[in-house]
């Protein structure tokens, strides 16, 4: 990295990947304290960087061929020194090579090594381990042995459970996830596994989720009622992420809302069919992880696949159930 100009680093396009480069940042950030951090990223993903201590700026990719061509006028005006390309597509490192950012790093993938003036080849612990560490690969971190979990600056939960919920638990259900049904628990065993954990313990359930999740979320809070309450389309990302961080435990899929919640503090019980929560699960402390058939597990897989949907509905609500009522405990211990 040179010394006289800011760092452009390129953003992932999911939330979740975005909260799953948060930590390598934050080394990075350890290391090179006065830098001038930019994110550059996709409209949708502006929200979560503004929640992110270790940034200092963003600038969001215009769509279309015209859009390119402004957004790469945009970052040259920048006048950046090293731009640090977290994703693996042609067009992700084009912006940076047309404004001319002299270093430009990130892996080879697609053919666009001659956009590049660093190709990272990814270490073991990468290509094996937790998908973090290819980000701390990509920033050029050496001897980094440990990650510290993602760091949110969260504003006052403007929306989420409702004040007459006392000293009652409150337990989020993320029943949505953007890849798919292939990520998608079913609705009926959300609604199943929420029956059990408030038989066994009065508590309160808020559900989160996109406007096009609302069926879905407004079906499940109409199964739990007096008990619970719909957000779903609701919040901006900033307050659901306040929204989760109120919560005492969080059910959710293999998606976005899921490492938003952990991002947020809250212990997470995730469910996954044939992903791999090795590769890409929640990042931090007191989570679990629960998968019917892990020897199968991959991080690629169909928006769609009916092998992900069985393995999915094969994970029994009872068992969702039994991790939640653990996790209670440790943030909300009865009075």
Known sequence: MNGG???????????????????????????????RITMLVKPPLAALWQLHPEVDAILTLKPG???LWQTAAAVRAGHFDTAYIFP?????????????????IGTGGHSRGI??????RLSPRARAGHQQWEYVDILQLADVATLPTPALKLPPPEAGPSPDSGRLPVI???PGAARGSSKQWPEAHFIAAARLIRKARACRFAI?????????CNHIAAALQPDAETLAGRTTLAQLAAALAACDTVICNDSGGMH??????????????LTDPDKTGPLGSGHQCIQSEPRNASRDIARHDPRAAQALY????VQVADAVLQTLPHRNPPA
């Open 5 to 35: 100009g800011g760092i452009l680093v390129v953003g992932v396009n999911w939330l979740g990947d975005g909260c799953m480069t948060m930590p390598a940042l934050q080394v990075f950030r350890q290391h090179h304290p006065h830098a």
């Open 115 to 120: 956009l590049l003036t660093r190709r990272v």
């Open 314 to 317: 094969r994970i029994a609500p």
């Open 65 to 67: 061929n015209i859009g």
């Open 88 to 104: 693996n597509s042609w067009r992700s490192a084009l912006v940076p090579f047309l404004a001319g950012i002299p270093e430009r």
């Open 208 to 216: 989160f989720g996109t406007a096009a999740e609302s069926p879905v």
């Open 260 to 273: 938003l919640a952990a991002a947020a503090g809250t212990p997470v019980v995730a469910i996954y069919g």
């Open 172 to 174: 989020g259900l993320i």
